[in-house]
């Protein structure tokens, strides 16, 4: 397509590139998929996950949506996180958010926003959950950047409280879940000190039998 030259181009370029210094890789990439991570990010486009983390392809399994949301009835997401843990078996998830995120700005504006605010109701419930704790805070920024902190911790509690992992720790699995938050001002990854590896590690009214 004409209006799509440029994309061409820079694939062409890319991907050159990569075999000037490894001539095997794609030949050996086709072959097979082993990341050890899955990494479920944000869609927005300043927050690319192989980039940020200097991973070429095939070392990340990657679900992106607005505000990196995992919801317990979203079968998109679920089928990504079951195939990478009981298919690929990743030993890493790694959920990730960023400072700035639009659909945490969006989810705490109070306006109107269509089909979307019906998935942005589960970052309000974020807000609510901690409202004392964000609302104690002084400035918009603090409170904001806090918010974005806590969505993240609680999708990492979302993905534990999963059969699915919850399965995977019941069979031995060693599986972590982890919770990092990006800056877009300075490019660089914030662990937020959430790293989940077993059962033992979820509230008693979430542990499956």
């Given at each position: 397509?004409?209006?799509?030259?440029?994309?061409?181009?820079?694939?062409?370029?890319?991907?050159?590139?990569?075999?000037?210094?490894?001539?095997?890789?794609?030949?050996?990439?086709?072959?097979?998929?082993?990341?050890?991570?899955?990494?479920?990010?944000c869609s927005d486009s300043r927050v690319p996950p192989n980039d940020i983390v200097g991973m070429?392809?095939?070392?990340?399994?990657?679900?992106?949506?607005?505000?990196?949301?995992?919801?317990?009835?979203?079968?998109?997401?679920?089928?990504?996180?079951?195939?990478?843990?009981?298919?690929?078996?990743?030993?890493?998830?790694?959920?990730?958010?960023?400072?700035?995120?639009?659909?945490?700005?969006?989810?705490?504006?109070?306006?109107?926003?269509?089909?979307?605010?019906?998935?942005?109701?589960?970052?309000?419930?974020?807000?609510?959950?901690?409202?004392?704790?964000?609302?104690?805070?002084?400035?918009?920024?603090?409170?904001?950047?806090?918010?974005?902190?806590?969505?993240?911790?609680?999708?990492?509690?979302?993905?534990?409280?999963?059969?699915?992992?919850?399965?995977?720790?019941?069979?031995?699995?060693?599986?972590?879940?982890?919770?990092?938050?990006?800056?877009?001002?300075?490019?660089?990854?914030?662990?937020?000190?959430?790293?989940?590896?077993?059962?033992?590690?979820?509230?008693?009214?979430?542990?499956?039998?």
């Amino acid at each position: 397509m004409k209006m799509l030259k440029n994309i061409f181009e820079k694939n062409r370029k890319w991907a050159d590139k990569i075999k000037e210094t490894n001539p095997d890789f794609f030949a050996k990439l086709s072959k097979q998929q082993n990341p050890e991570y899955l990494w479920i990010g944000c869609s927005d486009s300043r927050v690319p996950p192989n980039d940020i983390v200097g991973m070429l392809p095939g070392k990340m399994f990657v679900h992106r949506n607005i505000a990196n949301l995992v919801i317990h009835t979203d079968l998109n997401c679920l089928s990504v996180i079951q195939y990478a843990v009981y298919v690929l078996r990743v030993k890493h998830i790694i959920v990730c958010g960023h400072y700035g995120c639009g659909g945490i700005k969006a989810a705490i504006d109070n306006r109107e926003h269509g089909l979307i605010d019906n998935w942005l109701r589960n970052i309000k419930d974020v807000y609510r959950f901690y409202q004392a704790k964000i609302d104690a805070l002084k400035t918009e920024k603090e409170k904001f950047n806090l918010l974005c902190e806590l969505n993240v911790i609680e999708q990492v509690s979302n993905i534990c409280h999963t059969t699915i992992v919850q399965k995977a720790w019941k069979t031995g699995q060693k599986l972590a879940v982890h919770g990092l938050i990006y800056g877009i001002e300075d490019g660089i990854l914030k662990d937020l000190d959430v790293c989940i590896t077993n059962i033992d590690a979820i509230p008693q009214t979430h542990r499956m039998k």
